[in-house]
């Protein structure tokens, strides 16, 4: 009987640090992240991807052009720790999905031993019909219908940082930014590796050419907390069976 206490002790802890964070904040908006280096968030970890051979660098034979520059003079693309990079996020995605199945199946069985070199009467009393030892019958019956609707459309534009080159040359990226209007916080955090041949000349990167990309986008304030359903009702959700 002693673990109840315990248990509901840590129920009830379990909203407490938000619980605090929210009052603590009442009457004013959500307080925005300094701004600080991406790998010194103790989540962050360098990134390891597979690496060819290393080759020679081919001859330039006293030519001025390097090769993969845009400009003659300097190239004024992110190339290197701690280059900025500007990430166009537009993601336009539909997709609608509907499946309809349909089952249904009878089967009847009857079993017996109408002879069995006259020993069917020894195993069984006389009233029994040895001709119908076992009969069962089956009927099942299914059917489903299910449909998906999905339009997502998210349109912007982030400033990312370089944080490690890889062995290949491509480069890790990761930014994040921080809209507050009114009382609401809009958070978007992007992260994700990078070819330096398709960063365009003006030092943008479109999204669906970042590998491995991480893209989140969302909010915490006041609208945030009333959209979220309560965490007694998250924990029941998870914990009841039905």
């Known amino acids: 009987m002693r673990p109840a206490p315990a248990l509901l002790a840590a129920l009830l802890a379990l909203p407490g ?31 390891s ?10 001859p330039l034979a006293n030519s001025l052009w390097r090769p993969g520059s845009r400009t003659f003079l300097r190239d ?8 900025l990079i500007t990430i166009l996020v537009s993601i336009q995605d539909q997709a609608q999905l509907q499946n309809r199945t349909q089952r249904a199946r009878d089967g009847t069985d009857t079993m017996g031993i109408p002879q069995f070199f006259g020993l069917q009467t020894r195993w069984f009393p006389p009233p029994a019909n040895v001709s119908s030892l076992v009969q069962t019958n089956g009927n099942q019956t299914s059917d489903g219908d299910g449909t998906l609707r999905r339009n997502e459309t998210v ?3 982030l400033a990312a940082t370089v944080t490690q080159v890889l062995p290949t040359g491509n480069l890790v990226v990761a ?11 809009r958070e978007l955090a992007v992260q994700g590796v990078i070819r330096p041949q398709d960063i ?16 989140a986008y969302g909010g915490r304030g006041t609208l945030s907390d ?6 007694g ?9 039905f």
Do not use: Y
Not at 19 to 40: H, K, N, W
Not at 49 to 58: H, N, R
Not at 226 to 231: I, N, S
């Open 76 to 83: 004024q693309r992110a190339a290197q720790v701690g280059d």
């Open 200 to 215: 365009a000349s003006d030092n943008t990167i479109r999204h669906d050419r970042l590998a491995e990309a991480r893209i």
């Open 226 to 231: 009333l959209q979220q359903p309560r965490l």
């Open 155 to 157: 349109t912007l534009r």
């Open 175 to 185: 930014g994040k930014q921080e809209v507050r209007v009114n009382a609401e916080l």
């Open 233 to 241: 009702q998250q924990i029941l959700d998870i914990v009841l069976p």
């Open 17 to 47: 640090c938000s619980t605090f964070e929210r009052l603590s904040r009442v009457g004013r908006a959500p307080d925005m992240s300094p701004v600080t280096d991406p790998t010194r968030d103790p989540a962050w970890r360098p990134v």
């Open 49 to 58: 991807m597979p690496t060819p051979a290393p080759l020679d660098p081919p």
